[in-house]
């Protein structure tokens, strides 16, 4: 809600909004959604933007996308969860005090809210996708060229250590280091088990929740 935050954002669920045309970062994860003024301005621009896509494999046909007609104002029934796994050691007590402000709001409009376990985190996984997606970008077809080199091997190499950022080369290594032979069993494959795990958490915790609160960021 704008009340407390200077903007507000939707994360539609997977496969909702088309992600043909994006840069892919995680395959698996990704997904397209609105950052507007507040949650009538979100839910209005995703009308727009949610539609099936033939083009986009992961796309899928929903029955309903008005999504404005959800807007009552009110949150009396709800059930609503937040990890207490996400407030701990890590997060800025700015973004922790948001959280507990939106709790406290949804309490006053009726709202039951309470704690629960979730845990873990899926960023093996998203290191790995990235380190495979962002291999198109090698300054070939698209995107960043270096604009000095000998051969086709040193521009790949210049191409990609002058347009890629601190941070995204952090991910590219940790998820080539994770798919590389010798490895893969003991980081990628284990954390898709992981993954299986987490979707079975939130399964469980959507079973009794109806929503689920939570820092986007930790700052």
């Given at each position: 809600?704008?009340?407390?935050c200077?903007?507000?954002g939707?994360?539609?669920?997977?496969?909702?909004?088309?992600r043909y045309?994006?840069?892919a970062?995680?395959?698996?994860?990704?997904?397209?959604?609105?950052?507007?003024?507040?949650?009538?301005?979100?839910a209005?621009?995703?009308?727009?933007?949610?539609?099936?896509?033939?083009?986009?494999?992961?796309?899928?046909?929903?029955?309903?996308?008005n999504?404005?007609?959800?807007?009552?104002?009110?949150?009396?029934?709800?059930?609503?969860?937040?990890?207490?796994d996400?407030?701990?050691?890590g997060?800025?007590?700015?973004?922790?005090?948001?959280?507990?402000?939106?709790?406290?709001l949804?309490?006053?409009?009726?709202?039951?809210?309470?704690?629960?376990?979730?845990?873990?985190?899926?960023?093996?996984?998203?290191?790995?996708e990235?380190?495979?997606?962002?291999?198109?970008?090698?300054?070939?077809?698209?995107?960043?060229?270096?604009g000095?080199?000998?051969?086709?091997?040193?521009?790949?190499?210049?191409s990609r250590?002058?347009g890629?950022?601190?941070?995204?080369?952090?991910?590219?290594?940790?998820?080539?280091?994770?798919?590389?032979?010798?490895?893969?069993d003991?980081?990628?494959k284990?954390?898709?088990?992981?993954?299986?795990?987490i979707?079975?958490?939130?399964?469980?915790?959507?079973e009794?929740?109806?929503?689920?609160?939570?820092?986007?960021?930790?700052?």
């Open positions: 809600p704008s009340s407390f200077g903007v507000a939707i994360k539609p669920t997977y496969g909702t909004v088309s045309g994006l840069i970062y995680g395959s698996s994860l990704d997904q397209i959604g609105p950052v507007a003024r507040d949650t009538a301005d979100c209005a621009v995703l009308e727009i933007l949610a539609s099936h896509d033939k083009k986009d494999s992961t796309s899928v046909p929903r029955k309903d996308y999504f404005t007609e959800a807007l009552t104002g009110e949150a009396k029934g709800m059930k609503i969860g937040i990890p207490s996400y407030l701990g050691e997060l800025d007590d700015e973004i922790r005090t948001a959280v507990l402000q939106g709790a406290e949804l309490k006053s409009q009726g709202a039951e809210v309470e704690f629960f376990d979730l845990g873990m985190v899926e960023y093996v996984i998203a290191s790995a990235a380190s495979s997606n962002l291999s198109r970008f090698d300054g070939v077809k698209y995107g960043y060229r270096t000095e080199y000998e051969d086709l091997h040193e521009m790949y190499k210049k250590s002058e890629f950022g601190t941070e995204v080369k952090r991910r590219i290594m940790l998820g080539s280091f994770v798919l590389s032979s010798g490895y893969y003991a980081y990628y284990k954390a898709l088990k992981v993954k299986a795990v979707k079975k958490s939130f399964d469980d915790a959507f009794k929740y109806d929503a689920i609160l939570s820092p986007t960021a930790p700052t």
